[in-house]
C-alpha cells in the first residue's frame, strides 16, 4: 500500500482511487484521511492487490499532478490508519 501526500483539499476517494488505477493495476481501497469534523488532512492511504501495483504507482505517480497540486507517492510506513474510503 502507498501512502499519497499534498492532496487538495476537494480530491475524494474516488478521485484517488481512479488516478491509482491508471497504473493498471488492482486497487483494493482508496481512503482520504479526515479530521473528525470532515474535513480532509491533505493526504491518503491507497491499497493494491499486489506489491507490484504499489511499486508502479510509486514509479508513475510521484511528484504527477491531482486537481492542481503536485502530489508525492510513497510506501506506506504505518499500519492501521483509517480514514472515510471504500473498496
Known sequence: RVFVGNLAWQVSWQ?????MKTTGHEVTRSDVMRTPDGRSKGCGIVEFATIEGAKQAILTL???PLKGRQIFVR???EEGRHGSGAD
Not at 478521485?15 to 488516478?19: A, E, T, Y
Open 75 to 77: 510506501e506506506d510506513r
Open 62 to 64: 510521484n511528484d504527477r
Open 15 to 19: 478521485d484517488l482511487k481512479d488516478l
